[in-house]
């Protein structure tokens, strides 16, 4: 056989078994899978964060606590008042001259609460509600990042199973070179099995790639509220488009975190709350009528007061107060940890990044080295052996890039994290 025509069935032979494999896939896959199968869904960004703000627990539970603030905050005026009181005496007179008669006192004590406790108090709610809502700004953020690393997680294997096809496909095609030099008598049987070997561990890692990506995408179901068996697929960019927000604007954003806002607004319910309280130690006037037949009918206006010599609600400010004080150490605590945070993610990020773009820049060199020992070996310049080192090198820096696109999103999400959110 000529060599031109070895390179023409070379060439037509793979786009012949290609094409009859896909139609054999395709006839099968429509044959057995189910019909519910054929709608798959997307799990891009948006589609994360909607589905956690709607269904994470954690964010329900949040959400369940400003609706109890908010209960309490509308209380009416009159449920939180002291009410007034009423008594009535009743009983028999005995004169002295031996006969009886009969006697009645009541008395009406209407209270008048000058202290401003009231104003305080629903002071004191609406700071709670704030707090709450605080909390849920957190929690739901702190969910969103959650589900943000599995999702993550779940590109990344995704991305590795996609290279690690690409990469048994260039084992495939060289078995497969190996098996028509072997035919031609070209090359030893040797090199057919040696290529068979390396196509067999290429096929042992798509799998391992397809089994990490089937747990990631498990992992991610729950927090998302995914039915059991629902067909998914993660879909978006690793290194997301877009230039990262330089560190004086993400520092400037740090007073506005959620834990920090969620600090600063428990401080203010604490001072709220003290504030209240010492209104509460305030006594209560007590307007007091009243009237009565002891003999003769008699009416009677007075006021009484507690004098506050010893019980002042002491110890419920003293807790309040502690409670503030503990709070603003808590504010400052958070900005402190939260620069030393952003700083550290700031430099994880910038060279995470550095090194994703010098590996990315030598990509097009591996694409021409991994073409060029496919084709030297095919002419027969190259023994097989030398022939996979050289595939594996190429594949050996396609894997460092992909390792460097994971890490370059694991620091954009902790960078993200530490601010609390790019603007």
Not at 10 to 26: D, E, F, Q, Y
Request: aromatic fraction near 4%; proline fraction near 4%.
């Amino acid at each position: 056989m000529s060599l031109a025509r070895w390179r023409t069935l070379r060439g037509s032979a793979p786009v012949a078994r290609t094409a009859c494999a896909a139609w054999i896939a395709l006839v099968v896959s429509a044959a057995s899978a189910p019909a519910w199968s054929q709608s798959v869904t997307t799990l891009d960004g948006p589609t994360v964060w909607s589905r956690v703000a709607a269904r994470s627990p954690s964010v329900r539970l949040a959400e369940a606590r400003i609706a109890r603030a908010r209960e309490l905050a509308g209380t009416p005026d009159a449920a939180v008042r002291e009410n007034p009181s009423l008594s009535v005496l009743a009983g028999p007179r005995f004169q002295a001259d031996g006969s009886t008669g009969a006697d009645v006192v009541a008395v009406l004590s209407w209270p008048f609460d000058l202290s401003g406790a009231r104003g305080a108090r629903r002071e004191a709610l609406d700071a709670a509600v704030r707090a709450a809502e605080a909390e849920a700004a957190e929690a739901r953020l702190a969910a969103l990042f959650e589900a943000r690393s599995l999702w993550c997680r779940a590109l990344a294997a995704r991305a590795r199973m996609t290279h690690e096809r690409a990469r048994s496909a260039v084992e495939s095609e060289a078995r497969r070179i190996a098996t028509e030099r072997a035919r031609l008598g070209a090359a030893a049987q040797d090199e057919v099995a040696l290529a068979a070997v390396a196509l067999a561990t290429a096929d042992a890692r798509v799998e391992e790639a397809r089994a990490a990506y089937d747990t990631a995408l498990e992992a991610l179901r729950a927090p998302l509220g995914l039915a059991p068996g629902e067909p998914v697929d993660a879909v978006g960019d690793l290194v997301p488009d877009g230039s990262t927000p330089d560190l004086e604007t993400l520092r400037s954003r740090l007073p506005r975190r959620p834990d920090v806002l969620r600090a600063g607004s428990a401080m203010d319910a604490a001072n709220a709350e003290a504030h209240a309280q010492s209104r509460l130690g305030v006594p209560v006037p007590r307007l007091a009528l009243s009237a009565g037949h002891e003999g003769e009918t008699f009416g009677r206006a007075g006021v009484e007061t507690q004098l506050p010599v010893f019980q002042r609600n002491q110890l419920a400010v003293a807790s309040a107060r502690a409670q503030a004080r503990y709070a603003e150490r808590e504010r400052e605590a958070l900005l402190h940890a939260a620069e030393v945070e952003l700083r550290v993610a700031w430099v994880r990020h910038d060279g995470a990044m550095r090194r994703w773009q010098g590996l990315r820049e030598a990509m097009h060199a591996a694409d021409e080295a991994e073409h060029m020992a496919q084709r030297i070996y095919e002419l027969g310049q190259r023994d097989l052996l030398s022939t996979l080192v050289a595939l594996r090198e190429t594949a050996a820096l396609r894997t460092a890039h992909l390792d460097a696109a994971v890490a370059v999103a694991e620091a954009r999400l902790e960078l993200e994290r530490a601010a609390g959110g790019f603007p």
